[in-house]
């Protein structure tokens, strides 16, 4: 039993990306590097299949924002700083902020969709080559994209509130619409926005210049506004039938009149679904992240800088069971060396790869010629999900590819 893993911050500067193998700093080279991730045989005594660990740079075609640069910097807004958890339970007036930003940045990122780096994993998946997906974005572009593909998010998502006392969820979009009947000036302002184009956009830029700033957890910073005014609902379980206490006295959840939590309440918040930045991961996630990880035999890394330690540690972890592992992604990797250090300089790609180079572009390719070879060696493309994957076969897999 470990302590259980918080979600924090990263703060340190990246290293620089190294190119693996030196062939890859082409996308031709890289190409080839990652036909051989996929289709060489995994080490003897690991299963074939692959899985994918995503981040905030796999959804930035989406038009959501990355939270870092390239040096591991915040990108869009260097003074940001997300909400922490203690915060959000601790302060009605830090919760007013976060909903009101939440009501802002929530049509674009509703609007938004997935990517063509999401529709690669999916075509991965039927190739059979992609078994399983963990993801640290809370935006559920991969089950959307790719539904018959097992996805674990491990930061939680967006798209359900959880009561902070009695943990029912509830759909976003119901919340949003009580939101806006609890705020009928922010209501406007949100219309206004809208018509102008400046939520509408999907050009970071142009949201800048309109006085708008969209962080990747669908938070909208609007400079000067006034938070305090905003208002929320309660949890209607815990509003219809307050829960106990820790030591035992029954709680206290009370809106106004028209429905908006009071001050005084001190049970029956509404949170993101989502693992806030210090609020633990469950261990149920953390059990689910290393199964994923035990059940494949390579790794394939995409668009993060594994800054968060709960992605970090599954990397880590894949490492430690001799996986190959190959990370596609634009900037320095938190601990990208130890990763790839053991590596024969001259092997091919099928040990390891490391490419800096977007996903939306580079993936769809990739899928495209490792298509062309499955048809040219007579496999099927399958969905993952139908065809059986022992864990034992990897004699089995290389003949059913020669
Ligand atoms: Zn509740």
């Known amino acids: ?22 062939s890859a700093s082409s996308v031709s080279g ?9 289709r060489a045989p995994p080490p003897a005594g690991l299963p074939s299949p692959t899985v994918v660990l ?11 924002a990355d939270y870092r640069g390239t040096k591991g910097t915040y990108r869009v807004n260097k003074t940001y700083r997300p909400i922490y958890y203690h915060e959000f339970l601790a302060s009605h007036e830090a919760r007013k902020r976060y ?36 993801t640290q974005n809370v935006d559920s572009f991969h089950s959307r994209a790719h539904p018959e593909i097992p996805t674990l998010e491990l930061h939680g998502y967006l798209r359900s509130t959880a009561c902070t006392s009695c943990h029912n969820e509830f759909p976003r979009d119901t919340f949003q619409a009580e939101l806006a009947r609890l705020n009928p000036v922010w209501t406007t ?20 210049a309109r006085g ?53 309440s ?32 390579r790794l394939l890394v995409l668009a993060t800088s594994l800054a968060t330690y709960s992605a970090w540690r599954l990397a880590k972890r ?15 990797v938190r601990g990208e060396s130890a990763f790839f250090a053991d590596l024969d300089p001259q092997q091919s790609g099928a040990r390891g790869v490391r490419v800096e180079m977007s996903t939306e572009s580079l993936l769809p390719t990739l899928v495209e010629e490792l298509r062309r070879s499955s048809g040219s060696r007579g496999v099927d493309a399958q969905p993952a999900a139908v065809r059986p994957i022992r864990h034992d076969d990897a004699v089995v897999f290389k003949d059913m590819l020669s």
């Open 318 to 332: 894949a490492k430690d069971r001799g996986m190959p592992i190959a990370i596609v992604n634009i900037g320095g």
């Open 1 to 22: 039993m470990g302590k259980p893993l918080m979600r924090i911050p990263y703060t340190d500067l990246l290293p620089p990306a190294v190119t693996i193998p030196h």
């Open 30 to 38: 890289a190409l080839a590097a990652l036909h051989h991730f996929f």
């Open 212 to 264: 708008i700033r969209m962080n990747p957890d669908g938070d909208v910073d609007v400079p000067g506004a006034p938070y305090s005014t905003f208002r929320y609902p309660a949890c209607p379980t815990c509003l219809t039938s307050p829960p106990r206490l820790a030591d035992g006295t029954k709680a206290v959840v009370e809106v106004d009149h028209e429905g908006a939590l009071s001050p005084a």
């Open 266 to 297: 001190n049970a029956g918040i509404l949170k993101p679904a989502v693992v806030m930045f210090g609020e633990s991961i469950s261990k149920t996630v953390k059990d689910a992240a290393e199964e994923a990880i035990d059940g494949a035999g």
């Open 54 to 64: 995503s981040g905030a740079g796999l959804s930035v075609a989406s038009g959501l």
């Open 189 to 208: 302002f949100l219309r206004d926005a809208l018509a102008s184009g400046a939520l509408d956009t999907e050009d970071p830029t142009e949201k800048r």
């Open 99 to 134: 909903w009101a930003r939440s009501f802002l940045g929530w049509n674009s990122l509703h609007k938004a969709q997935p990517n063509a780096g999401h529709h690669a994993v999916r075509d991965l998946g039927r190739l059979g080559l992609v078994s399983s997906v963990i």
